[in-house]
């Protein structure tokens, strides 16, 4: 339950959607995410999940998120912090 606090109080409704998002993804075997797919996934914008993929990249201690290229959507590198 200390750890969901955290989460709320540190970040928006939106990042921690994408945040619970990306670790079900890495569970899963997964490491590249594209924005797009993101956004659908999560009924957002590719614009929203960009805008905020890049804050979670400098504030998500947690993840690992790396800007790993672009070809029509960005695509996201993602590992779990060691």
């Avoid at 969901?4 to 109080?9: F, G």
Wanted: with cysteine; glycine share 4%; aromatic share 10%.
């Amino acid at each position: 339950m200390l750890k969901k606090l955290q989460l709320k109080d540190k970040y928006n409704h939106s990042q921690e959607v994408i945040i619970e998002y990306l670790k079900n993804g890495l569970k899963e075997g997964k490491q590249f995410f594209k924005s797009k797919y993101i956004a659908r996934d999560l009924g957002m914008s590719p614009k929203e999940v960009g805008t905020n993929m890049k804050i979670l990249s400098d504030e998500c201690k947690d993840l690992l998120i790396e800007k790993w290229s672009y070809s029509k959507s960005t695509t996201w590198r993602v590992e779990t912090a060691a």
